[in-house]
C-alpha cells in the first residue's frame, strides 16, 4: 500500500513525464523552431524525461521486496540523478549561445564542467560505495554521510547559471530574460520548498513547469520571427510583380502616344502633358511597397483614362459608380484592370466599349468591380498578356490584404472583374 506522499510524488512524476514527451513532440512537429533551438529543446526535454521516469521507476518500486523491485529502484535513482544533472549545463549552453554580450566564456564552461564532472564522478561513486546514498537489501533508501556534496554540486551549478544570465542580462531578448528567468529561478525555489517539505519531489514538478514555459516563449518569440521574415518575403515578392506591372503601364500609354502622334499632334501634346503630371505627382505613390488608400488608386486610373479617352473619344465610355472610398488596396490595381477591358475589349468597328467601374460595401470588406461590354477576355485573339497582368494583381491582392480576384466572361457578353478587399484598420495622418 503506498502512503499518501508516495502516491503524490508518483503524480508528480506522471505529470512530469508527460509534460517532457509533449515538449519532445511539440518541438518535432514545430514548423516555426530554427534548428538550433529545436536542438536544444529536444536535448532539455529528452534530459527531462529520463530524469521523470527514473524518479517514477524509483518511487513505484522503491520499498517493495520483490528482487525485480530492488533492480528497478536502484536503476530508477541512479537514471534519475544522472539525467537530472544534464539540465544545468544544457541552460549554460543557451546562456552563452543566445547571448549578444561579448564575454570571456571559458571561465564559466571551465567552471560548469568541473562541477559536472564533480557532480558525475559522486554519482559513479555510488555503484560501490555508501557515502552518497545507497538501497539496502531490503529495498530501502539511505542518504548517505556525503550526500549533501551531490546538492551542493546542483546548487553551484543553478548559481553559476544565474550569475551568467545577470552578467549577460543586456544581451537577451525580452522573452529570452523571461525564458531563462523561469529554468533558473523555478527550480531554486523548488529546492527549497522540497527542504521544508520533506519527500515531496517539488524541484522535478518546477523543472517541468520551467521547460514547458521557457518553451513556449521561445517559441512565440520564433513564430515572431517567422512572421516577420514572411512579411518581408511578400513584400519583396509584392516588389517584384509591381516593377513588372510598371513598365506593362508605361509602354501601353507610350504607345497611346505614338497613335495620337499620326493622327492628332495638339492631342498628342495634351497626352504627353497628362502623362508628365501623372508621372511626377505618382511615381511616390507607385513605389510604395503598402497598400494606398482607394482614392488614391482612383486618380491613378483616372489620369490613365483621360490618355485613352484622347485617343479612342466616343468608342470609349467610362462609367463611374463609387459608393465608397474608405479602404485601402495594393497600388496599381484597379488601373490594370481597366486597361485589360480597354485593350482586349474595344474594337473600332465594333459598338462603343462601355467601362463601368463600381465599388460597394459588403459585409466584412468592400468590393471593386470592374465590367465592361467587349468580346470577353477569354475569347480575345491574345489573352495571355491579360492573364499575366490579372495573376499579378491576383498574387498582390492576397499577399498584402488577404483579399482575392473573381472573373466572369463570356463570349459577345464581357468580362467583369471583382475584387473583394476585407476590412483593414482606418488610414492614419501625420496629424494623428
Known amino acids: 500500500m503506498y502512503s499518501v506522499t508516495r502516491l503524490i510524488n508518483i503524480f508528480i512524476d506522471g505529470c512530469s513525464v508527460m509534460l517532457s514527451l509533449t515538449g519532445i513532440l511539440l518541438t518535432l512537429f514545430s514548423r516555426y523552431m530554427n534548428r538550433w533551438n529545436r536542438n536544444y529543446f529536444l536535448a532539455f526535454f529528452s534530459f527531462l524525461a529520463f530524469d521523470s521516469i527514473g524518479s517514477t521507476l524509483f518511487m513505484m518500486f522503491i520499498e ?7 533492480y528497478l529502484s536502484s536503476v530508477g535513482i541512479f537514471v534519475q540523478s544522472l539525467a537530472a544533472s544534464f539540465l544545468m549545463p544544457v541552460v549554460t549552453f543557451f546562456l552563452v549561445h543566445k547571448s549578444t554580450v561579448k564575454l570571456n566564456n571559458k571561465l564559466l564552461q571551465f567552471s560548469v ?3 559536472w564532472l564533480a557532480y558525475l564522478v559522486l554519482l559513479l561513486s555510488t555503484i560501490w560505495s555508501d557515502q552518497i546514498y545507497h538501497i539496502s537489501d ?11 556534496l ?3 554540486a546542483s546548487t553551484l551549478l543553478m548559481a553559476l547559471n544565474l550569475i551568467a544570465f545577470i552578467r549577460r542580462n543586456k544581451g537577451y531578448t525580452s522573452l529570452q530574460k523571461k525564458a531563462i528567468r523561469a529554468v533558473i529561478i523555478l527550480p531554486m525555489i523548488s529546492m527549497v520548498i522540497q527542504i521544508f517539505f520533506m519527500g515531496i519531489v517539488t524541484v522535478l514538478l518546477g523543472t517541468s513547469l520551467a521547460a514547458m514555459i521557457m518553451f513556449t516563449l521561445i517559441l512565440h518569440e520564433q513564430m515572431e520571427i517567422y512572421i516577420t521574415k514572411e512579411k518581408e518575403t511578400l513584400v519583396q515578392k509584392a516588389s517584384i510583380i509591381n516593377l513588372q506591372m510598371r513598365p506593362h503601364f508605361i509602354c501601353n500609354t507610350l504607345i497611346s502616344i505614338y497613335y495620337l502622334c499620326n493622327d492628332d499632334v495638339r492631342k498628342a501634346q495634351d497626352v504627353i502633358l ?4 501623372y508621372l511626377r505627382s505618382n511615381f511616390s505613390a507607385l513605389a510604395k511597397e503598402d497598400r494606398i488608400p482607394f482614392a488614391e488608386e482612383l486618380e491613378h486610373t483616372k489620369t490613365y483614362i483621360a490618355v485613352e479617352k484622347m485617343r479612342y473619344e466616343d468608342n470609349l465610355n467610362i462609367i463611374f459608380d463609387i459608393r465608397c472610398t474608405d479602404f485601402l488596396l495594393p497600388p496599381l490595381t484597379l488601373q490594370p484592370l481597366v486597361e485589360n477591358a480597354i485593350k482586349y475589349g474595344i474594337d473600332p468597328e465594333s459598338e462603343p466599349l462601355t467601362v463601368t467601374i463600381t465599388t460597394q460595401v459588403i459585409s466584412g470588406g468592400n468590393e471593386v468591380i470592374v465590367s465592361d461590354t467587349g468580346p470577353g477576355i477569354y475569347n480575345s485573339p491574345d489573352d495571355s498578356g491579360s492573364h499575366i497582368a490579372l495573376n499579378n494583381i491576383k498574387d498582390r491582392l492576397s ?15 464581357g468580362t467583369t472583374v471583382t475584387l473583394r478587399i476585407p476590412d483593414t484598420p482606418p488610414i492614419k495622418t501625420y496629424s494623428e
Do not use: A, H, W
Open 150 to 152: 551531490l546538492l551542493t
Open 64 to 70: 517493495r521486496t520483490e528482487p525485480v523491485s530492488l
Open 138 to 148: 531490503m529495498n530501502q533508501y539511505y542518504r548517505g554521510p556525503y550526500y549533501y
Open 399 to 413: 499577399m498584402m490584404c488577404g483579399g482575392y480576384l473573381l472573373i466572369e466572361s463570356e463570349k459577345g457578353r
Open 274 to 277: 497628362n502623362f508628365t503630371r
Open 113 to 115: 564542467l568541473f562541477l
